[in-house]
């Protein structure tokens, strides 16, 4: 497979699959990139537009489509991973009908994205691929005051709408200039840890004396993770110290997700190699505009703000993104000399 690669035998696809099973075997991206040129980020990209291919094959996909998308393509399908199957398949098959390219693309994935969290398609549009992003277009055009942004705006929606009721819901705003104000997305709850005394520690539990010597030794040795101090044990479990803040005291359900700032919706600095803990209540499921929650995406945890009342389940609210204390010499910490008389 490392010849494969290095040689760039095949397509595209296949070079997806190899990268993933090599990965699967135990070799790390960066020895694949130094054994054959493929760098983690184009490994990334390429392992997951390969399982999106397999998406458009399982659906059914137009064979001019699977043709082209196993040549090219996998920027393309790369931004398609947030849809369902069914929606991989209709933008792939939308993107080649109108030559779109990789930023083209991010807007469709998103708009239907969004369309499919409706029940039943909105008045005047139909459940199509092209008439999913004319509707997007559609709402954006009309929370726009200024005339030259909403005309672009119609004129994306004429061009992907594809039911003579979607057309028609569209021109209605050449002669219709009300404008729908749109509400922002919250800012993400985001707090940094300061100070020492957030920081606490979490040690094991050995019960209560009197105790045998069989309990004592029993208590699992834990080694505090970077960056937010978890620990573990042998098994599933995991303890994570978190500050005793009010919002953490109050939920019912809390518990701890770690991520990366690209992970997350509205985030202003994406490419920021920071891992975040997300706290969330899994107790808290009712939709308010003023928050995000976690919703189930194929199978996976997603984090999504809905403007509107959503028509997914949601499986939690997020209550705080907390990013880790900055500590420029941690050793300086442990040294008995530098802590206050």
């Keep these: 497979m490392t010849t494969q690669l290095r040689r760039k035998q095949g397509n595209w696809v296949e070079w997806g699959k190899a990268c993933q099973l090599l990965q699967k075997s135990g070799m790390n991206p960066q020895k694949i990139f130094e054994e054959t040129g493929f ?16 998406s458009l094959v399982a659906a059914g996909a137009m064979e001019a489509v699977q043709s082209h998308f196993q040549q090219r393509g996998s920027d393309i399908l790369y931004e398609l991973r947030i849809l369902a199957q069914r929606d991989r398949a209709r933008a792939a098959e939308l993107a080649f009908n109108q030559g779109l390219d990789a930023d083209s693309i991010k807007d469709v994935a998103k708009a239907l994205k969004e369309f499919s969290y409706f029940k039943e398609p909105p008045s005047g549009f139909e459940d199509t691929a092209g008439d999913a992003v004319a509707h997007n277009y559609w709402k954006l055009a009309r929370q726009q005051s200024d005339l ?10 004429l061009r992907f709408a594809t039911s003579d009721s979607a057309r028609e819901q569209i021109e ?39 105790l045998s010597i069989e309990d004592f ?51 202003q600095n994406p490419d920021n190699p920071e891992i975040v803990m997300l706290i969330v209540d899994r107790a808290q499921r009712n939709w308010n505009a003023d928050n995000y929650f976690l919703t189930n995406q194929d199978g996976m945890v997603a984090i999504e ?20 204390k900055k500590i420029l010499d941690e050793s300086y910490t442990r040294e008995l000399f530098q802590f206050e008389e």
């Design 39 to 54: 760098e983690p980020t184009h490994q990334n990209q390429v392992i997951v537009g390969s399982q999106v291919y397999g």
């Design 217 to 267: 030794q029993q208590v699992p040795v834990i080694v505090p993770e970077e960056t937010f101090g978890i620990v573990r044990h042998n098994g599933p479990g995991a303890w994570a110290p978190i500050p005793g803040w009010q919002v953490v005291l109050q939920a019912e359900d809390p518990i701890g997700i770690l991520a990366k700032p690209h992970q997350l919706p509205n985030v």
């Design 305 to 324: 703000w809905f403007a509107e009342t959503p028509e997914t389940k949601l499986l939690g609210k997020l209550l705080i993104v907390m990013r880790p």
């Design 172 to 210: 209605k705003l050449l002669t219709d200039f009300s404008v729908v104000k749109s509400r922002p997305a919250p800012t993400l709850p985001t707090y940094r840890l300061e100070t020492d005394s957030e920081l606490p520690v979490v040690i094991p539990l050995a019960g209560e004396l009197p």
């Design 148 to 157: 030259q942004s909403r005309s672009r705006l119609i004129a994306q929606a």
